[in-house]
């Protein structure tokens, strides 16, 4: 049995209205902006949701692509370094990208009084600084979370640096570091971010291995990018080396692990006028794995963790309708917490998504998502499924202040346990780039 909470009728109007008088999280990057003397709909759609020229972006070292016409010379990267402005502080740093929220939230568990929760609270403090090192083709990028959800806990899930090469065209790039992984990689539904507050959740569901495709490892990455004139079609691939995770699903961040292996990531895209495009995701990994930890019958085995997606978006004219879907299987390792039997943890998830731009600095979205897991020897597939829908605002012209209000439940089966629970959420924030 699946199960399901449904708030008080009376509760849930009055949560809702509350939440509609009160201005959302975003991710944008301010400094962008301000260096190029554009506003953030030149890289967003609505932040923090990228554009194809967002992409673009990102892909030629932090420096904005130019037109590419059929003919004639093509810009060099060196060529758009020197085109650069002066390098400058406000250019180059958002110091206060703050995000303040409200949540209502009631939770059913099997077995477990119903619990429920309405803080208020600052939900982020983040700092970014990004940019290009001054006459060379080198290019940096870092975020310092300094409060997250709520808790002040500095934390940088984004290090790296890069050199890109080749021109507008035809370029390539490489980093080292730390890099929060399917943020600005992949076509618009292959990116964590979304107008909704919670990603898909194939991006975000822990399973019994203690693996998420959301985190920030440590590693190396090679990309290649390929533009056809006027962006009309734009191809990119990219394959990235990293530490992988500690057995509790942690990143390997430094030489405290006996893990010798390596993880590897790949993503290949295709962005093809107007703003559409398609995905294909993998990953290939390997952990140390802990079974019943800190009882008497704990055991480890090395598992293998793979992943493999593929996702889309369709615009349907100018900006206006944004369809999504995604799909990615799972199949891990997997050794039964009682006999240690050697067998498998499968996982198919997909999510379908509809985004509607009223105009710009206003859209609503929808969507719908529904994870299948299946353990061996286990009683039979659980199923996890979610849905959401929302409202999105930038409050000024620039869409730097962005509102959002938004309504979700999520509710399943755990896998191994199997025990039911269900979470209904009313919740609003908003977020102020600077």
């Known amino acids: 049995m699946i199960f399901r909470s449904y708030m008080n009728f009376s509760f ?25 003397h554009v506003t953030c709909y030149a890289c967003h759609t609505i932040p923090p949701v990228l554009n194809e020229q967002g992409y673009m972006f990102q892909r030629l070292g932090h420096h904005l692509p130019p037109t590419l ?59 970014y600084f990004g940019g290009w090192i001054p006459n060379t083709n080198f290019f940096y990028y870092s975020e310092l979370d300094i409060v997250t959800n ?72 090679l990309g290649y990018t390929w533009a056809s004139s006027k962006y009309k079609d734009i191809l990119g691939f990219n394959v990235k080396v990293t530490n992988g995770d500690h057995a ?19 993503d290949a895209d295709w962005w093809y006028a107007p703003e559409s495009g398609i995905s294909f995701v993998t990953y290939q990994g390997q952990k140390n794995q802990i079974q019943n930890s800190g009882l008497a019958n704990q055991f480890t085995y090395d598992a293998r963790i793979r992943r493999e997606g593929v996702f889309a978006n369709y615009m349907i004219g100018r900006d206006k309708i944004d369809l999504l879907a995604g799909y990615l ?32 600095g206003l859209a609503l979205a929808g969507r719908y998502d529904r994870l299948r897991q299946d353990v061996s020897d286990g009683i039979r597939p659980t199923n ?11 409050f000024t012209p620039m869409g730097n202040i962005v509102g959002r209000v938004a309504v979700s439940n999520v509710h399943g089966i755990d896998p191994v346990a199997y025990t039911g629970s269900a979470t209904r959420t009313y919740e609003a924030d908003i977020q102020f780039n600077y």
């Open 12 to 36: 849930g109007v009055a949560v809702w209205l509350l939440l509609l008088l009160t201005p959302r999280q975003a991710s944008a990057v301010p400094q962008y902006a301000r260096r190029y």
């Open 248 to 266: 509790d699903g942690s990143e390997i961040l430094t030489s405290d692990s006996s893990k010798n292996s390596k993880d590897v990531w790949a």
């Open 69 to 127: 016409e059929p003919s004639g010379d093509v810009e060099r990267i060196l060529d758009l370094v020197r085109k650069e402005p002066e390098w400058t502080l406000s250019n180059n740093a958002s110091l206060a990208v703050t995000d303040f929220s409200f949540a209502a939230q009631r939770t059913v568990q099997q077995g477990q009084t119903p619990t429920s929760t309405s803080p208020i609270q600052v939900n982020a403090w983040n700092a």
């Open 329 to 360: 299987h799972g199949n891990d390792d997997w050794e039964d917490p009682a006999t240690g039997t050697p067998g498998s943890y499968l996982s198919n998830g997909y999510f379908t998504e509809v985004d509607y731009y009223v105009y710009r």
């Open 150 to 221: 709520g808790q002040t806990s500095p934390n940088m899930p984004n290090a790296h640096i890069g050199y890109v090469g080749g021109n507008a065209k035809s370029s390539w790039y490489g980093t080292v570091g730390r890099e929060h992984l399917q943020v600005t990689e992949g076509t618009r539904a292959a990116q964590v971010y979304s107008l909704l507050p919670n990603s898909p959740l194939i991006f975000e569901n822990m399973g019994p291995t203690n693996f998420v495709l959301d985190q920030s490892p440590v590693g190396a990455e």
């Open 384 to 394: 996890m499924e979610q849905w959401e829908i929302g409202a999105e605002k930038a």
